[in-house]
């Protein structure tokens, strides 16, 4: 692990309660509009993820849970795919497998280019500072903190240079509409100011993959509009990938271009908003869910 060249440590409270994150020394760069991978041919656009018969299963006394069972897809870069499903169908399980907070049973699941399966516990660390964000139902924002603090966080976790900290977390928060609500406290945030928050720590590094867990779960209609309009617009400005794991049809079909369907672990079916046939690994069946 690299060393901190005489930086203070971050707070054990803060260390504990930012797990997500690990001390891996980058240098992010600003906020910059980068050309969007979904603006090219579908031909010519790389994998983001590729799902490969991936399984997840978990042992409760003597009964065996498939969590993912044999999940097989491809997601191109620039892509905004929904994962829907019931409660327990195995979404939040595979986002967990893709974001390298979990490791499969067997199978692969590989994030631009890399399997996650193959790499060392610092390797995924630097994965989820590199390349990818996530934003949960629940905001997560350590109370005690200000906004600005709680939106610095990764680059504290990441070492960035302390000089370029302040600069990068307020465009952060300027970006989701909360420049003005910087030395905040979340108790003092409505739920969609603070989970606007928790957006715009999920971007701080400049994530390559979005993930959304049920990002408006726990916010009203008006709120929760307000946070897909954002994530759909980082998705054609920024080029981000992003896969917005959600129970409700209606929400996913407004703002992802393409559906994945689980249940009891298992993709059953897989349609593309446009009308335009999904691109299937070999082996995989089509076809959407009814």
């Known amino acids: 692990m690299p060393q901190s060249h005489g930086k203070a440590p971050v707070a054990g409270r803060t260390r504990r309660a930012a797990g997500w994150y690990s001390r891996v020394v980058i240098v992010p760069p600003a906020f910059?509009?980068?050309?969007?991978?979904?603006?090219?041919?579908?031909?010519?656009?790389?994998?983001?993820?590729?799902?490969?018969?991936?399984?997840?299963?978990?042992?409760?006394?003597?009964?065996?849970?498939r969590a993912v069972d044999g999940v097989s897809f491809h997601i191109q870069a620039g892509e905004f795919t929904a994962l829907l499903g019931s409660s327990g169908s195995g979404k939040s399980s595979l986002l967990n497998l893709i974001a390298g907070l979990d490791r499969p049973s067997s199978g692969a699941v590989v994030v631009e280019g890399r399997n996650l399966?193959?790499?060392?516990?610092?390797?995924?660390?630097?994965?989820?500072?590199?390349?990818?964000?996530?934003?949960?139902?629940s905001f997560n924002l350590i109370p005690s903190m200000t906004l600005i603090e709680n939106v610095e966080l990764p680059l504290r976790f990441a070492e960035a240079d302390r000089g370029m900290r302040d600069g990068l977390t307020r465009q952060a928060l300027d970006r989701v509409g909360l420049g003005a609500r910087a030395t905040h406290r979340p108790s003092e945030l409505s739920g969609g100011e603070q989970q606007r928050a928790a957006l715009a720590r999920a971007l701080i590094n400049q994530p390559r993959l979005l993930l959304a867990d049920e990002p408006t779960g726990n916010l009203d209609s008006r709120n929760g509009a307000e946070i897909m309009n954002l994530?759909?617009?980082?998705?054609?400005?920024?080029?981000?990938?992003?896969?917005?794991?959600?129970?409700?049809?209606?929400?996913?079909?407004?703002?992802?271009?393409?559906?994945?369907?689980?249940?009891?672990?298992?993709?059953?079916g897989d349609q593309q908003i446009n009308g335009l046939p999904p691109t299937q690994p070999s082996g995989q069946p089509s076809g959407a869910q009814p």
């Open 32 to 65: 910059v509009m980068t050309a969007n991978p979904a603006n090219s041919s579908p031909e010519s656009r790389p994998d983001a993820v590729v799902s490969e018969n991936l399984c997840r299963y978990y042992a409760m006394g003597q009964t065996l849970i």
């Open 231 to 268: 994530i759909r617009e980082f998705n054609e400005s920024l080029g981000m990938t992003v896969i917005l794991v959600t129970h409700e049809r209606a929400l996913a079909e407004r703002y992802a271009k393409r559906l994945l369907f689980l249940a009891d672990g298992k993709l059953t």
């Open 117 to 137: 399966a193959q790499l060392s516990r610092e390797e995924l660390a630097q994965h989820r500072l590199h390349t990818v964000g996530m934003v949960f139902q």
